[in-house]
């Protein structure tokens, strides 16, 4: 099959260009993952991000076909109608809209900033007790869906609000973890998290296109949480 | 938290809320409007001048033109934000966003006065 993939080493490439591989695929449903290994043994310069190779780390998150997903947990069969079958080539490039390191590695520090805004950490000021802090098991359902993210930014990268405005807008990946701790019931900052996103940028500026949702390699809804919060504030400003 | 002096309400949450609001405003009187000339066809005149110089009708229109203009500046400010900023258009993108910010308010307030001109202006 053939295999298309941005190429860009900055010390020594003047601008971008799309490499193409043939792969021996043996008719096998690889990952994604297991086609850029097999040309990975044959081009050692070829460089990603890769650890768990089971979809639980999120280093792999690449644009596959014009899909964000992460390379590991994505076969060939699901890419796209052909791609399996080598009518059509499978297409790897970065995720779009943060500056790349080399090849398919992107420079992840604008992403990691939305995320430290959202202070993703409980807090709660009233003593530690013994053992943990407990909550009902109503209360714990409340964070399911929300808790899963593993931060490999497909749905923030593929967010056109996060293009466009990737140091305002927060981006689904961060507005999720922001209302992971909103629904706590363990956390205290209520009124001071949602007293930093109702400004025109840090939240609304999300049109409700739901590409978070359609590339969340993990199936969450980030879309539902940033319209949770928007409730929220209603809920407080009305 | 993200500062903004030239959004609608200064704050996204009265932006958000406005745009629903005369959004759904401006869709209850196109459908409206739209059913009225479907009922009334071969309408003359006389009788749509009665209606739109009608006190209830003058307000219903004062309402829809300041809903117009609420919602495209919220909308348009929302597209001068996206498209005129670093990414496309380097170190100019602040004088240039600001000036067809500035171009489009003086604009949208033209309008308004022009169409409260042609409802109350008693011709």
Known sequence: ?238 | MVTSVTSLGRNGLSDWLVQRVSAYLLAVYAIGLMAYLLCNPGLEYAAWYALMTSVPMQIINTLVVFSIAAHAWVGLWTVTTDYLNGPQLGRSATGVRLGVQALLVLLILVYVLWGLVMIWGGA
């Not at chain 1, 298309?4 to 990952?31: F, H």
């Not at chain 1, 490039?93 to 500056?99: K, M, V, Y």
Request: include cysteine.
């Open chain 1, 1 to 238: 099959m053939k295999v298309s993939i941005y190429r860009y080493n900055p010390e020594t490439d003047r601008e971008p260009y799309m490499q193409d591989y043939e792969v021996d695929i043996a008719g096998k449903d690889l990952m994604v993952l297991d086609v850029l290994a097999l040309i990975k043994d044959r081009d050692s310069s070829l460089t990603y991000r890769r650890s768990c190779r089971e979809g639980v780390c999120g280093s792999d998150g690449m644009n596959i076909n014009g899909k964000n997903g992460l390379a590991c947990i994505t076969p060939l069969s699901e890419v796209a109608p052909g791609v399996l079958e080598g009518k059509k080539p499978l297409v790897v490039r970065p995720l779009p809209g943060l500056p790349v390191i080399r090849d398919l590695a992107v420079d992840m520090t604008m992403f990691y900033n939305q995320y430290e805004k959202v202070k993703p950490y409980l807090i709660n000021e009233t003593p530690a007790p013994a053992i943990e802090r407990l909550q009902t098991p109503e209360d714990r359902a409340k964070i399911d869906g929300l808790y899963e993210c593993i931060l490999c930014a497909c749905c923030s990268t593929s967010c056109p609000s996060f293009w466009w405005n990737p140091e305002k807008f927060l981006g689904p990946a961060a507005l999720l973890q922001s209302y992971r701790f909103l629904a706590d019931s363990r956390d205290q900052a209520t009124t001071e998290r949602l007293g930093h996103l109702d400004d025109p940028f840090s939240l609304f500026r999300c049109r409700g296109i739901m590409n978070c949702v359609s590339v969340c390699p993990k199936g969450l809804n980030p879309t539902r949480a940033i319209g949770h919060i928007r409730s929220m504030l209603l809920e407080r400003a009305v």
